[in-house]
């Protein structure tokens, strides 16, 4: 499924929703509620997602290089070996989640909430 690119959908609701795979790259979804959803593999780079909802998602291995996510909801979670290459996450909340294997070059967090997380890089 691709909706990177042109797609400009905010305030949008995805609960629940499946996107394995799926290709967000350099998608607009401020505000979308992808809330519980499932997103292993997903590509996210470049994408605009600001204030947008992944309370308890599941992104095992997605690719979010560039991509910004200001004020975002990741609260509990999964990023196991996702990339964050270049990212932003200004404000972004990341309680209770865990982070096992990512990578994190070049990314900002500032203002982000990391309230009991779990961080192992290797």
Do not use: H
């Amino acid at each position: 499924m691709s909706l990177g690119g042109a797609a400009f959908l905010a305030e949008v609701d995805f609960v629940p929703a499946f996107f394995a795979g799926a290709d967000f790259a350099a998608a607009f979804f401020a505000g979308a509620d992808f809330a519980a959803a499932f997103f292993a593999g997903a590509d996210f780079a470049a994408a605009f997602f600001a204030g947008a909802d992944f309370a308890a998602a599941f992104f095992a291995g997605a690719d979010f290089a560039a991509a910004f996510f200001a004020g975002a909801d990741f609260a509990a979670a999964f990023f196991a070996g996702a990339d964050f290459a270049a990212a932003f996450f200004a404000g972004a909340d990341f309680a209770a989640v865990s982070f096992a294997g990512a990578d994190f070059a070049a990314v900002s967090f500032a203002g982000a909430d990391f309230a009991v997380c779990v961080v192992s890089v290797p």
